[in-house]
């Protein structure tokens, strides 16, 4: 196959058309495109002609493929057009962003077009119809003279081949609203046609259009002053931006009409008739805007709430707080939109002083009453976070009362607001006959932590006979720094007597309202006096777990818990596991996945594993951190192994389940008092594999051995004649297959753990005591192959290299050239080689030492893309290589996750405003600025990039409605001279990379 139509055909373009563009390209007739099967390509056109203008050399054949999608173009009729779509994507592409190699090749292709295509009306209707609400590129030339005013070679085709047919068809022009200025200049005709069709429209784009004509052309006054009359009269939002350009147009002869319009509630709110207000009626604003917000419907046509019009006015509010002021402040609150709401409050408004605390409770009182249950519980939760005091009576209302997640609101906001004088009232709020006012009380002792209260609770505990509130009063003790094992009932001294126990509270224990729990159906639970657990014990394990809201043991269960045989107890573990799996998956039937992991073994980790993947695509997002909190109660390194794979699989994409298996994964190496890294390299499972990778299954009657070989693949043989055998036997036991299956998913989960674990070792140069290291990489069954694969360094005690080497499979250690190498025993570390290390002699030699002996290194190391700063630019800030680059937004979403960088904020209308990469390990992160990215992106949209940088680790901070973009001049961001040269040289070759050809 020619190679051009076989990268077409990897970017979806079907085979008929393959078929077709090969026989095109061999005979160069036209009627083989024009008859060529009809086929409906979808948006996936548009990767064609990426594929074709941006990535394909520029020459004869990409001259015969386009030829080629213009006969195919000239075959689509009416009823058909879909082969119209290939042709458009090639013109969307040159449009939107111009050729990276030259406008010329843009003017070349449109030559063709209008040589050779017979019906350009019939492709440009379909063109103009398929591209609306793009990235256009209408940029007018610095003589918009016809018949190319614009820079643009596909502008100026578009605008050569429109007629007054178009009028017929506003909406074809309106969605490519750049073009009238031109229009207005040059096809007087077609632009009067379409501003009499579009008196009754609306839209941003139909005001930018107007906008464009009216600044070029006096000719359809009255016609705009037409359509701003229409426009007032049902949004006068609509017609402000229109009467203000044709007033600043004309040398203000509207000025009267244009104050008038801004003055409207409706078009007040909007932050263009602000701005002109603050300018234009400065003394008048105060009284305007708070009649603007006593509107009912203010909140939704207020924009931009945090630009610079409005914190003028947050301002002027508080100045002229006696004149209106307060009247302002107490409409703006009660009817902004609750979905910004909380930045007003935390962020524009959290200057506020204890004076004008009233009318903010009154304002946010008022905007209560319009709110569900759901949205005045989130309401109340950034007050308490905001302006906590303004609301002391409320919050103490809130926390007796039925709401628990209010209640818990409140809690907080009174221990931040009080601190320990609210101690009293709280212990003495602990002997309420209300339960939920003891439970208030319990959380509100929960955040104050203060362990002279550990006393009270430990009493009251004791008393307490409400599940709930003793769950409430568990967590204060252990706020409290009460450890959770000394906060449960003390076990009884036998089963027996354990039994006896349960079997009181049995009447009162509920199963919960699940369709697939069978007690009866579950294995029995074995007890360490070798007799199973009975069902009311049953019973009360699951009952009392269902109520525990967290991933970890309920409090009351540990005793019952401290008599189950782990060893034993599996089948029932397993059992509750397959049983949620097999369900509806309901987040409230959770307890089974902590029951699972509590009493389970390894055998849950494969089908949980299955699941998180799906879960995550599906936004079932809760589900699989739950499965990962599971993981973790189970004992072993195995499961640890697992988190570890899984926060590096999820450290990018679906963060929140990465960071919970991070969160699990840390707070293990917390216990054990090791770094993170440290219980990394600890918790490398063997698998049973013994130094020299084999591991032998036996069965009554038979026995197999596996290898683990330096692929990480099992090579199976005969234990007792070493006889080589191509699987394992078929007459294994169930048991041994199933055994053999686990730990083959859970060697491959290893192996990408244990790859990206490494690999991020060597960014942040990472170094092993040599005696650690023999362990880790000479002696353990799955590092070793790793360390076949990587080239070493030896280090001196003040981190200078000092040589290199690899290790053979065979155990030797050897240099580039094949000399032994022998490890000093002390003042020494060994560490992964960064290439910036060797100077180029070493980089050629083991370049050809690992092609001699074909390895395949994990992850790129010695071929690794290098980056050296210019040292003439160490006191630069910004990385001007992505400084106002365009990306297709699928491409930059795949390119940016897959080398690690992460999405910054989330910020108005779902907007994303930067991604970053952060470098813990030497205290920095690279960010670079995004504009026109926002969840949910289409693909095939265009993402504009700004100057990348660096900051200070952990020093900007992110979330949602979160506004911190440091400047150039900000003393968190660091002159290139203060980044480490690695971390330089990673970010740059990301940025490269993420760039891309298809950056313009």
């Known amino acids: 196959m020619i190679p051009e139509i076989e990268r077409l055909k990897e970017r979806s373009l079907p085979d008929p058309l393959v078929q077709a563009a090969s026989q095109f390209i061999e005979t160069g007739d036209p009627a083989i495109a024009r008859k060529a099967p009809k086929v409906d390509p979808g948006w996936e056109s548009r990767l064609i002609g990426e594929e074709l203008m941006g990535e394909i050399a520029w020459g004869d054949r990409a001259r015969q493929l386009v030829r080629f999608f213009i006969h195919l173009s000239e075959g689509a009729t009416p009823k058909a057009p879909e082969h119209h779509d290939y042709l458009s994507g090639i013109l969307r592409y040159l449009h939107d962003g111009d050729h990276p190699a030259s406008g010329a090749i843009a003017a070349e292709v449109i030559a063709e077009i209008e040589s050779l295509h017979q019906n350009i009306p019939g492709f440009l209707v379909r063109h103009l119809g398929r591209n609306d609400h793009f990235t256009d590129n209408w940029q007018l030339a610095a003589d918009p003279a016809f018949p190319d005013p614009f820079v643009s070679p596909v502008a100026n085709f578009i605008l050569r081949h429109i007629t007054p047919d178009?009028?017929?068809?506003?909406?074809?022009?309106?969605?490519?609203d750049g073009i009238f200025?031109?229009?207005?200049?040059?096809?007087?005709?077609?632009?009067?046609?379409?501003?009499?069709?579009?008196?009754?429209s609306s839209g941003y784009r139909t005001q930018s259009a107007w906008t464009g004509i009216v600044g070029v052309s006096k000719d359809f006054d009255s016609l705009c002053l037409a359509y701003c009359e229409t426009a007032a009269k049902t949004d006068p939002g609509e017609a402000f931006p229109v009467l203000k350009q044709l007033d600043e147009a004309r040398g203000g002869i509207h000025s009267q009409q244009v104050a008038e319009l801004a003055s409207i509630p409706e078009t007040a709110l909007g932050h263009e008739a602000l701005g002109y207000l603050l300018e234009k009626r400065d003394a008048e604003v105060i009284g305007i805007m708070a009649r603007a917000f006593a509107w009912d419907d203010a909140g939704g046509h207020v924009s931009c709430p945090d630009g610079p019009e409005y914190r003028r006015l947050y301002s002027l509010m508080i100045e002229r707080w006696e004149s209106g002021g307060s009247e302002l402040l107490r409409n703006l609150v009660g009817n902004f939109n609750a979905y910004q709401l909380p930045d007003l409050l935390t962020e524009e408004l959290k200057t506020l002083r204890p004076e004008h605390y009233p009318v903010l409770r009154e304002g946010v009182l008022q905007h209560l009453k319009k709110l569900p249950a759901k949205g005045q519980a989130g309401l109340w939760k950034v007050v308490a976070a905001s302006h906590p005091a303004a609301f002391m009576p409320d919050f103490e209302e809130l926390l007796i009362g039925k709401s628990k997640p209010l209640r818990e609101t409140a809690a907080g906001a009174l221990a931040k607001a009080k601190g320990k004088g609210g101690l009293e009232c709280a212990i003495e709020l602990l002997g309420s006959k209300k339960s939920d006012a003891r439970w208030g009380a319990a959380a509100f002792l929960e955040k104050l932590a203060a362990s002279a209260a550990a006393a009270a609770i430990q009493a009251a505990l004791e008393q307490e006979s409400s599940s709930e509130v003793r769950e409430a009063l568990h967590k204060a003790l252990r706020a409290c720094g009460v450890a959770k094992e000394a906060t449960a009932p003390s076990a009884p001294a036998s089963h027996s007597d354990l039994e006896a126990s349960i079997a009181k509270q049995a009447a009162k224990l509920k199963v919960p309202a699940t369709s697939w729990l069978k007690l009866d159906a579950l294995p029995q639970l074995p007890t360490t006096n070798a007799t199973p657990l009975s069902p009311e014990g049953i019973l009360f394990l699951i009952s009392k777990q269902s109520k525990h809201k967290t991933l970890d043991a309920a409090p009351d269960i540990l005793p019952l818990l401290a008599h189950i045989d782990r060893e034993k107890s599996a089948p029932f573990g397993l059992a509750l596991v397959e049983g949620f799996l097999n369900s509806e998956q309901a987040a409230s039937d959770r307890w089974a996945l902590a029951l699972g992991g509590l009493v389970g073994d390894n055998r849950i980790i494969p089908p949980l594993l299955s699941r998180i993947p799906d879960w995550c695509e599906n936004s079932r997002h809760k589900l699989a951190e739950y499965a990962a909190q599971a993981i973790s109660l189970l004992p072993g390194n195995e499961p640890l192994m697992v988190l570890d794979t899984l926060a590096n699989r999820y450290r990018s994409k679906f963060k929140n389940v990465g960071r919970a298996c991070a969160a699990a994964f840390n707070a293990a190496a917390e216990a054990r008092g090791i770094t993170p890294d440290e219980l990394g390299d600890m918790v490398v499972p063997d698998f049973g594999f013994d130094a020299d990778g084999i591991r032998r299954f036996e069965w009554d009657g038979g026995g197999a051995s596996a290898e683990l070989g330096a692929d990480f693949k099992l090579s199976w043989f005969d234990p007792e004649t070493d006889k080589a055998w191509k699987n394992l036997p078929a007459s294994a036991p169930a048991t041994v297959k199933e055994e053999v299956k686990t730990v083959g998913k859970l060697l491959r989960e290893a192996v990408k753990g244990q790859t990206a674990r490494l690999e991020m070792a060597l960014v942040r140069q990472r170094r092993w005591p040599v005696a650690r290291w023999r362990e880790l990489y000479e002696n353990h069954p799955l590092l070793r192959s790793f360390a076949s694969g990587l080239v070493w360094g030896i280090y001196d005690a003040s981190g200078s290299l000092l040589r290199t080497f690899r290790r053979y499979p065979n155990g030797l250690l050897a240099n580039a050239t094949g000399d032994l190498e022998e490890l000093p025993e002390s003042d020494a570390s060994i560490g992964m080689v960064h290439p910036l290390e060797l100077d180029a002699a070493a980089l050629e030699a083991w370049g050809a030492h690992l092609a001699r002996f074909k390895v395949k290194q994990p992850f790129p190391q010695i071929a690794r893309p290098v980056e050296l700063l210019?040292?003439?630019?160490?006191n630069r800030r910004e990385i001007a290589l992505t400084k106002d680059k365009s990306v297709g937004a699928g491409t930059f979403k795949s390119r940016s996750e897959k080398r690690g960088w992460v999405r910054g904020s989330v910020i108005d209308a779902g907007g994303i405003s930067s991604i970053y990469k952060p470098f813990p390990g030497a205290g920095c992160e690279a960010i670079l600025p995004t504009e026109n990215y926002y969840m949910g992106i289409d693909p095939m949209d265009s993402v504009?990039?700004?100057?990348?940088?660096?900051?200070?680790?952990?020093?900007?901070?992110?979330?949602?409605?979160?506004?911190?973009?440091?400047?150039?001049?900000?003393?968190?961001v660091l002159r290139f001279d203060q980044v480490p040269a690695v971390v330089w040289s990673e970010t740059v070759a990301d940025l490269k990379a993420i760039v891309g050809a298809e950056a313009r």
């Open 166 to 176: 178009y009028a017929a068809k506003p909406d074809l022009l309106t969605s490519h």
């Open 181 to 200: 200025p031109a229009l207005a200049l040059h096809q007087p005709e077609v632009t009067r046609a379409w501003c009499e069709q579009s008196l009754n």
């Open 870 to 874: 210019d040292p003439l630019h160490g």
């Open 944 to 972: 504009e990039l700004g100057a990348a940088y660096f900051v200070k680790a952990d020093t900007v901070g992110r979330g949602g409605y979160t506004y911190d973009e440091p400047g150039p001049d900000d003393p968190r």
